[in-house]
């Protein structure tokens, strides 16, 4: 089976532009997480869908952070406008209803100079 | 809420050698997941070992396997026979265990070089 996917795989942007990173999670699997590393710094949980729905959403560090996951698929994370903290990288993570079974992607390097 | 630490930075290991990576946490959870993943340069995030929590056997994987002290808050990760493509960080993760998955709690990773 195809595993998760995530593109780009590294994106370099300016300070208060716009980026939108995406995620394609395993075909079938329910829960999709994102997970962010900032350099040196511990994998930080953003937030979690279940389906279509934001399960939980705590991670989420401020209001210039905006995910979607339309129809239960594919999912989007936005951030807009960037700032330069928002530097790092951003794993998409999936899983099928039952406990332990996660899939990472390869996660998208995100550069705010 | 949970944390998990990892307090060796950076550790070498001569290839065919053996290396044991640290790892304790703090839960009031009495049901969880400890797991150990590893980010090679590739940048993937590979699920090495898994251990249930009411497990009492170590769980092991080839030359992978796991020192669990659940009394200590202790999951340490042996890695047997060291290989070159062992290179990579090791993040040590908790997830507590509801009805279905929820978030992992990570450490802050060992970056672990292997030497031939």
């Known amino acids: 089976e195809a595993g998760v996917t995530q593109f780009p795989s590294h994106s370099v942007i300016e300070k208060g532009q716009t980026v939108t990173l995406r995620c394609d999670p395993i075909?079938?699997?329910?829960?999709l997480y994102w997970y962010r590393r900032v350099m040196g710094k511990e994998i930080k949980f953003l937030l979690h869908f279940v389906k279509e729905s934001k399960q939980d959403e705590s991670g989420m560090p401020n209001n210039r952070f905006l995910a979607e996951r339309t129809g239960g698929t594919y999912s989007t994370l936005k951030v807009q406008p960037a700032e330069l903290e928002d530097s790092g990288v951003y794993f998409c993570?999936?899983?099928?209803?039952?406990?332990?079974?996660?899939?990472f992607g390869s996660g998208t390097r995100l550069t705010v100079v | 809420a949970q944390k998990i630490t990892q307090t060796q930075p950076g550790m070498f290991v001569q290839e065919k050698e053996a290396v044991t990576l640290d790892c304790t946490y703090d839960?009031?959870?009495?049901?969880?997941?400890l797991f150990w993943y590893k980010q090679p340069p590739s940048r993937q995030m590979i699920l090495v070992i898994r251990?249930?929590?009411?497990?009492?056997q170590n769980a092991t994987e080839n030359r992978f396997s796991v020192n669990f002290q659940k009394a200590a808050k202790s999951f340490s990760l042996k890695i047997s026979d060291s290989q070159l493509g062992d290179t990579a960080m090791y993040f040590c993760a908790f997830m507590k265990l509801l009805s279905g998955n929820t978030p992992l709690v990570f450490g802050k990773g060992t970056r672990l070089s292997v030497i031939a």
């Open positions: 075909s079938g699997h329910d829960n």
């Open positions: 993570a999936s899983s099928p209803f039952s406990a332990g079974g996660y899939t």
């Open positions: 251990q249930e929590a009411y497990k009492q």
């Open positions: 839960t009031s959870e009495s049901n969880y997941y």
